[in-house]
């Protein structure tokens, strides 16, 4: 009797552990721990990533700097262009051009926009003898940084590989404005310092 007893206990022994791994318990964590683990890891590494790419980059703070010079010269003198600072500096910089050309022309031409073309739409800069119009103000400023920076094959050998004032003397001739590029080249000392190859007004 005491030895059917005890086979009965050890087989009991057996079937528990067996019982007790194919029945869910709450409390137990479940094995998808590790993976959340690794998950977690990931998007760690992914934010680390996108704070790294967030993270100032010198040439958008002197690029926004630009922006900001541009538009405080705008705002002081109440033209009607200012907030499309931004715009005109990154035009300039696509373009090869000194980031206050596009302003300094628009001043010029029509008091920052005050006295833009009357006959076409948006043209602050005299673009084509004020016979040219523009679907906005950043079509203008695209239009005209592409032209001055020699990139349309129609007009680039007026404006390619030319320093500030040969691009200058090429939009308005002496002949035709007197000291145009004297002119504008002085707004443009007003607007803000070229960091480096400044051009002389006695370039030709």
């Known amino acids: 009797m005491k030895k059917k007893n005890l086979i009965r206990f050890a087989q009991s022994l057996v079937i528990l552990p067996v019982m007790a791994m194919s029945t869910p318990i709450s409390n137990i964590p479940k094995i998808e721990l590790p993976q959340n683990v690794l998950v977690q890891k990931l998007n760690n590494t992914a934010n680390g990533l996108l704070a790294l ?8 703070k002197i690029l926004k700097a630009k ?14 262009l200012v907030g499309t600072g931004l715009k005109m500096a990154e035009e300039a910089e696509k373009n090869g051009l000194d980031w206050r050309l596009l302003a300094a022309i628009a001043v010029r031409e029509s008091t920052g926009g005050k006295f833009e073309c009357k006959k076409v739409p948006n043209n602050p800069f005299g673009w084509g003898s004020c016979k040219i119009g523009f679907k906005s103000d950043d079509h203008a400023i695209e239009t005209v940084a592409r032209n001055l920076g020699g ?5 680039a050998y007026h404006y390619d590989d030319k320093t500030t004032v040969q691009i200058l003397r090429a939009y308005n001739p002496p002949s035709i404005v007197p000291r145009y590029a004297e002119q504008v080249i002085n707004i443009m000392n007003d607007i803000g310092e070229l960091e480096a190859n400044k051009d002389s007004i006695s370039n030709t």
């Open 151 to 155: 990139n349309n094959p129609n007009t």
């Open 67 to 80: 922006a900001e010079a541009i538009d405080a010269y705008f705002r002081e003198r109440d033209m009607p």
């Open 53 to 60: 790419n967030q993270a100032p980059d010198p040439a958008v």
